[in-house]
């Protein structure tokens, strides 16, 4: 039904029964990133995001407040936009459960499974959970609570409406069975699979006005008002006009992309597409449950004093440099725990160090050595030329595939890895010694010309991620805002930089956070601590028994962690003519994608060892005993499988 070229995608609508927390801070942002990025590629799209406003537990909040529901509702809502806003979130549409476009539509879809037969009464008897506004049966519950909140329940029998979700429970699974995409990750889809293993239940779809009042009145029954998560759910047909809008629901629908944190997967896998099934409406073709940010491991919640503000982050580190975090640290899918020092370190580490300073110190050759403007375009022959033309122009495609996955930290990575090889090609040519040597001066220029051309594409990539810092990238590097109306593939082609355009060297993209200090006691105690115990020295070898080994450089293509085992990783190392195979024991220092590109020193002539049933061809060279507190490296670029000597 969706017309090519276009791109529907949706956060959750946010409950308001408290303010926003870095939960939905992350997943608007990602919805976000997945937003600019297809509007980029010339796409048209619709970017939904809002608020969930009916239910037990706001009608419980405004009632302890004194006030009507709306009007707690209206309150928070105002926080939810004020964070759409700090955040440079660029929704296209922000729905409420409230307005009467989405009652309108809730009231249709009622309507059309009444008449569809889909719902029916009966009396349930079950466990009820009040914050949660579920029903468990007797087996479901743990210990009197309910299995998801751990909260108490309460027994309740009454008449209620059930929708027929049960009927459609093989129909489902087998949609997620010939869609592997359908459903991710992967780890996701499996849940979904196990869950639809057992009998699926019918959904009981109202709450009886004598209990709830607060909600949208069930157009067959005035007695009662439609379940939260019937109606809640319902808000991704509504905003594109399910009912009152034809042209624009078939012009939008079905979605691309739902975004969902981990905990509500079960109530868009099966209560929702049931529904569309019932409907009769194709399915979104994907839905994406990422995981959650703890703090020291734990969930953030209010009752455990644990939630961290993101506008506060915000305005603390900037805009962009907390967007960058949220995505780059944590692979989308999984859990992260949240820490400021790891955030400084990110800041301080790849926006200032890597960024922010090629930046400024490429403007800084510009304005010295070509006359403060863009150089013209030369083609370079040298093999470090080369490497960085082929990284830039290959960036695209790479950026694209993982975007396509919702790989974001991924993508990310692949930008850095472009970023630090540009700022490795400056100290290898070093035109500060060029620009002393006359007859040097087209080397210089070739030099300033791959180096600008790089951050020109970095500019481009950047843009979904952190809107501003690219913005204001290409004001100091001259570029007009022409280029913002070219499709991002076309301007992430190698060799469109503008020859002559003035450059403006601006403030400090991303500025260093200060750290504090340690007292003297405290960088005593960490001396201390690094020099206490060393290993004793091994008895003395011969230089015939050095001369055995085979130490070779080599840079790392891959790694990925060893299933079960939480110190090992798999690495591909590419030693020049080969690519060796090795399981290093260094997890707990590294994460896999920051090995990436990495320069490293490994034992090349190794007797081959099998390690969890893994073959690894060679050892890394590492500082530490059994803790890793380093991988040996080197300060200048060295080409793949240069001996050590």
């Not at 379940?227 to 809640?232: F, I, Q, R, T």
């Not at 630090?420 to 060029?434: D, G, S, T, V």
């Not at 403006?504 to 206490?532: E, H």
Request: charged fraction near 25%; include cysteine; aromatic fraction near 8%.
């Amino acid at each position: 039904m969706s017309q090519p070229n276009t791109y529907y995608i949706t956060t959750p609508i946010y409950y308001v029964n408290d303010v926003p927390h870095i939960g939905h801070a992350y997943t608007t942002v990602a919805a976000d990133v997945l937003a600019r990025y297809h509007r980029l590629l010339g796409n048209k799209v619709l970017f939904l995001t809002g608020t969930d406003e009916h239910g037990q537990k706001v009608e419980d909040a405004a009632n302890q407040r004194g006030i009507a529901p709306l009007t707690h509702a209206d309150e928070l809502v105002a926080s939810f936009k004020d964070l759409c806003q700090t955040l440079n979130i660029s929704n296209d549409d922000f729905i409420r459960t409230t307005e009467t476009r989405h009652k309108e539509t809730v009231t249709a879809v009622l309507n059309q499974l009444w008449e569809k037969d889909q719902i029916y009464a009966d009396t349930y008897t079950g466990w009820y959970c009040t914050p949660d506004e579920r029903f468990w049966t007797e087996k479901e519950i743990v210990d009197g609570k309910c299995p998801d909140c751990h909260r108490p329940v309460e027994a309740l029998s009454e008449r209620n409406y059930f929708f027929k979700m049960g009927h459609y429970q093989q129909q489902l699974r087998q949609h997620i069975l010939d869609n592997k995409g359908f459903i991710q990750p992967e780890s996701r889809r499996n849940e979904v699979l196990g869950f639809l293993d057992k009998t699926l239940g019918d959904l009981c779809i109202s709450r009886p006005k004598h209990r709830l009042s607060w909600g949208i009145e069930l157009p067959f029954d005035a007695d009662y008002v439609c379940y939260v998560w019937l109606d809640a759910l319902v808000n991704y047909i509504s905003a594109p006009g399910f009912s009152r809008d034809t042209a624009s629901f078939e012009h939008w629908w079905p979605a691309n992309v739902h975004l969902v944190g981990k905990d509500i997967l079960t109530t868009h896998a099966v209560y929702w597409m049931t529904t569309l099934m019932a409907l009769g409406l194709p399915l979104p073709k994907t839905l994406f449950a990422h995981g959650w940010w703890t703090l020291d491991g734990e969930k953030m919640s209010k009752s455990r004093g644990n939630v961290v503000n993101p506008a506060d982050l915000a305005e603390t580190y900037g805009v962009d440099a907390f967007r960058y975090f949220l995505l780059r640290q944590v692979p989308f899918g999984n859990d992260g725990d949240f820490s400021k020092d790891v955030l400084v370190n990110r800041i301080n580490s790849d926006l200032a160090n890597d960024i922010g300073n090629l930046l400024s110190r490429t403007l800084t050759m510009l304005e010295r050595y070509s006359q403060g403007k863009t150089p013209e375009s030369i083609t370079g022959n040298a093999p470090e030329d080369q490497r960085l033309q082929k990284a830039a122009e290959d960036l695209f495609a790479k950026v694209d595939q993982h975007l396509e996955q919702l790989a974001f930290e991924k993508a990310l990575l692949e930008i850095w890895q472009v970023i630090r090889l540009a700022n490795q090609y400056i100290e290898k040519a070093a035109p500060w010694l060029l620009a002393k040597d006359p007859e040097k001066k087209e080397r210089l220029q070739t030099v300033l010309f791959y180096t600008t051309e790089a951050i020109r594409i970095v500019s481009c990539l950047i843009t979904p991620f952190m809107p501003d810092a690219a913005m204001e990238m290409a004001r100091q590097l001259g570029l007009s805002d022409e280029s913002e109306k070219k499709n991002l593939q076309e301007r992430c082609t190698w060799g469109k930089l503008p020859a002559g355009l003035p450059v403006a060297k601006g403030k400090s993209l991303f500025p260093r956070i200060q750290t504090k200090k340690k007292t003297d006691a405290q960088q005593n105690k960490s001396i201390a601590k690094k020099t206490a115990s060393p290993a004793p020295i091994k008895p003395l070898v011969t230089i015939d028994d050095f001369a055995k080994l085979d130490l070779r450089v080599g840079i790392v293509r891959a790694a990925e962690k060893i299933e079960k085992a939480k110190k090992l990783l798999l690495l591909q190392v590419d030693i020049g003519n080969e690519k060796r195979q090795i399981v290093a024991g260094i997890a707990t220092k590294y994460a896999p994608e920051d090995l990436i590109g990495k320069e490293v020193i490994i034992i090349a002539n190794l007797q081959p060892a099998t390690i969890m049933g893994i073959e690894s061809q060679g050892m890394l060279l590492a500082a530490g005993g059994k803790k890793v507190l380093a991988l040996a490296t080197f300060q200048e670029e060295v080409p793949p499988g240069a001996t050590i000597r």
